[in-house]
C-alpha cells in the first residue's frame, strides 16, 4: 500500500512539472486570447504593441508580473508564477 501511495506521489510531481513546461504561446492562447492578438487591438493591446513599449526595459518582465498578478491596470490572471514568466517571454520577443 505504501508503495502504491508513493508512485501516486511521484506521478504527482512529474504531472505538476509537465504542466509547468507549457510554452508560453500554449498560456497565451489559454489565459490572453479572449482580449489580445499577436497583431492587432482587440479588446486590448496587440501583443507587438506591448513588446515595442517594453522594448529595451530590463524590468518590463517584473513590472507586467506584477500588473497581472495584482489587477493593476489589467484583470488579474490566474496563472502560476512560471506560466506568466513564459507568458511574458513570449509578448515581449514578439515583433
Known amino acids: ?10 506521478a504527482g ?7 509547468q513546461a507549457q510554452s508560453g504561446a500554449d498560456v497565451v492562447k489559454a489565459k490572453c486570447a479572449t482580449c489580445h ?3 492587432k487591438k482587440k479588446v486590448g493591446p496587440a501583443f507587438k504593441d506591448v513588446a515595442a513599449k517594453f ?3 530590463k524590468s518590463a518582465e517584473s513590472k507586467l508580473t506584477e500588473k ?3 489587477g ?4 488579474k ?3 502560476s508564477d512560471a506560466e ?5 517571454q513570449y509578448v515581449l520577443s514578439a515583433k
Open 55 to 57: 522594448k529595451g526595459d
Open 72 to 75: 493593476k491596470g489589467h484583470m
Open 37 to 39: 492578438e499577436m497583431d
Open 13 to 19: 510531481v512529474f504531472a505538476a512539472g509537465a504542466a
Open 1 to 10: 500500500m505504501k508503495q502504491i501511495v508513493m508512485v501516486l506521489a511521484i
Open 68 to 70: 497581472l498578478k495584482e
Open 77 to 79: 490572471v490566474a496563472a
Open 84 to 88: 506568466l514568466k513564459a507568458a511574458l
